[in-house]
């Protein structure tokens, strides 16, 4: 949960280093670093954000580097755990954690290597000059040092008096740049599209070199290979923050037109195409008799939707897990179960781990739900559905997860279609209110100047509480886990028929209690459970359905959306609780879009 940037060029890299590491600042910002050739090696090192790395670097220029940003694994916050580790004239940064790393470490103390930080990184600098001793030429000793180490990395060299720079990967992202003036390597496309848009993503097992000349590609094990160069259609502008002043804002007012990219496929569809989802979708449809879906934080909870959609609908049973808890039990598996894996980046550890463990059980037909074309995942899974949600940059996900949601509404159409269990009347009425959503979207967005008046009232809260019910449920998980997100207020959500059986304990006049009230076959049982919660003095803020009959009160504040959805309301519902968490988070001065202790893409376990 690192970003490195690296590169080599005919003209200073340090202003491309700084840049791309604000770049990939979301990835981790808790320390920063550089170390460049100029020409010995120098290295910078700072704790806290890239800011105070690019003021330690003015007036410094190199021809060579690498650069990283940090989210700490092994060992606190601090400038000795910060990257680049030195060992010698060698200079490593590296995004992963060294599974073998202890016994490594042993290894070279035992050799007289001191170890001067708490990171599994600093045992592979060491290593790779151990190596040196005995394979001279840095590309093979790096090579042959990396074939030793268990777990994820991407990782970066650089050596004293060398010019090229050894980057390699397994498990963790890392992609080349592509220019006629050096070569250029990343975590992200966004932090290259300065210098290029040429881009090769390397896949796990490759080691590559970079020259002046360009690049140059082995496996692990030596074998040279060719990787295909692509052009990324990713603008500069699209990761900006341009009129905001977060990007978290940007993002939640960007889901309509993520929406509408999403769902392009079928703004003039007559009918739901299983192919949306692969070319052997409908074979693949037919032969499944169950789904199971696997993922994680925000993407679990597009899931747990998901669930209710798939059984309503399709009318199949399906279940889903947290993936990182889904490899380490005994499952009962169904070679006949379709897999959908859900994540923004398609680099999840935890979310490719389980994909990988499913089909070791011989659960082949996987279905990816990703927002990145060239991800892992995606190359993992059988089937694949990209959100096309464009970059998102703040930590907590919002526009990934409505696009998700519509990626999933989709396949709970296809699968009904393909099971034959879909009216033509009913096909026509989904497909037009999924053609609506972003405008849908557009109308909620402007409820914000009451959203943000409501956010006052949480000012010298410590505490919340979400409820939902049905397929509301998961999206009172979701507005909770935006709140703790970036406010750092406790909440936790419930199923409204579940306060009796604890929660209601909690509630008092210092506790708010945040309802979802569409207007479905539930909305009276949950008007019952909102007057339980008055009754012990609870403040309750609802939001509402234009036609739900919940009326304002002493105590009972209600915000009503323009129009009720029907089985796409969690997606307009959402949208509500992602404005009160930014503009709660506001009220209470944190930072919204780096949350403390948080990382954006989770690429390790």
């Known amino acids: 949960m690192c970003g490195i940037v690296a590169a080599i060029s005919s003209s200073n890299v340090v202003p491309v280093l700084i840049e791309g590491l604000k770049k990939l600042e979301y990835r981790g910002y808790d320390s920063a670093g550089l170390a460049v050739l100029n020409p010995s090696l120098q290295r910078l090192r700072s704790v806290g ?27 606190i916050p601090s400038e000795r755990n910060a990257h680049p580790h030195i060992s010698g004239g060698i200079a490593v940064v590296h995004n992963g954690i060294i599974e073998n790393f202890a016994e490594i470490k042993q290894k070279l103390v035992a050799k007289g290597y001191v170890f001067t930080s708490d990171t599994d990184t600093e045992a592979i600098a060491h290593l790779i000059e151990e190596t040196l001793k005995t394979t001279p030429d840095l590309f093979e000793a790096s090579r042959v040092a990396i074939s030793q180490l268990i777990g994820a990395y991407a990782i970066a060299v650089l050596r004293e008096g060398e ?4 980057v390699a990967r397994h498990g963790a992202p890392l992609l080349l740049g592509v220019t006629d003036k050096g070569a250029y390597a990343a975590s ?29 590609i082995t496996r692990t094990d030596g074998t040279t290979v060719s990787r295909p160069a692509f052009e990324s259609t990713l603008s500069a502008d699209a990761v900006e923050l341009g009129k905001y002043q977060h990007y978290m804002q940007k993002e939640i007012f960007e889901q ?21 989802f692969g070319a052997s979708a409908a074979e693949v449809f037919t032969q499944c008799n169950s789904v199971l879906i696997l993922a994680c934080g925000t993407s679990y909870h597009a899931g747990m939707v998901a669930r209710y959609w798939i059984e309503q609908v399709a009318k199949l049973p399906c279940s889903i897990e947290v993936a990182s808890e889904y490899r380490y039990r005994d499952s009962v598996p169904n070679a006949d179960t379709l897999v959908v894996a859900i994540s923004q980046s398609g680099e999840t550890a935890d979310t490719l781990a389980a994909v990988k463990h499913a089909k070791s059980l011989g659960q082949t037909k996987t279905l990816a739900i990703c927002n990145v074309p060239e991800s892992a995942l995606i190359r993992e899974s059988t089937l694949k559905f990209l959100t096309r949600a464009g970059p998102e940059i703040g930590v907590a996900s919002t526009k990934a997860f409505t696009t998700q949601l519509a990626a999933l509404a989709l396949l709970a159409l296809a699968l009904a279609k393909q099971k034959d269990r879909l009216a033509s009347a009913d096909e ?22 009451q959203i943000r008046q409501w956010s006052t009232q949480f000012a010298d809260k410590h ?4 409820l939902g019910r049905g397929h509301h449920y998961p999206i009172a998980l979701e507005g909770a886990l935006k709140l703790k997100e970036i406010s750092y207020i406790h909440a936790e959500a419930y199923p409204a028929g579940e306060l009796k059986h604890g929660p209601l304990a909690l509630v008092d006049k210092d506790m708010p209690v945040i309802s979802i009230a569409p207007n479905d076959a539930l909305l009276e049982k949950l008007k019952s459970n909102l007057q339980e ?6 403040e309750l803020y609802v939001f509402a359905d234009a036609d739900s009959a919940v009326e304002e009160s002493d105590g009972l504040h209600v915000l009503r959306l323009p129009e009720h959805y029907g089985l796409l309301s969690p997606i307009l519902h959402v949208v509500p609780l992602q404005l009160l968490a930014y503009h709660v988070a506001l009220v209470k001065g944190t930072d ?9 893409s989770v690429t390790v376990e």
Do not use: C
């Open 463 to 466: 505490h919340a509480l979400f």
């Open 428 to 449: 026509t009425r989904h497909l037009t209110a999924l053609r609506h959503l972003p405008v849908a979207v557009q109308k909620v967005l402007q409820l914000e100047p």
């Open 163 to 166: 010019e090229r720079i050894v």
């Open 49 to 75: 954000r890239v800011a105070e790395l690019a003021a330690q670097a003015e007036g410094v220029s190199a021809l060579m580097g690498i650069a990283h940003t940090r989210w700490a694994t092994h060992g």
């Open 533 to 538: 919660v008055k009754a012990r003095g609870g």
């Open 592 to 600: 919204v879009d780096k949350p403390r202790n948080l990382a954006k």
């Open 188 to 216: 992200d496309t966004s932090a290259l599209l300065q210098v290029t848009r040429t881009v090769v993503y390397l896949e796990d097992g490759d080691v590559a070199e970079l020259t002046l000349a360009g690049h140059r």
């Open 256 to 276: 309509p037109q993520a929406l509408g990219n999403t769902l392009e496929m079928i703004g003039a569809a007559q009918a739901i195409a299983p192919n949306i």
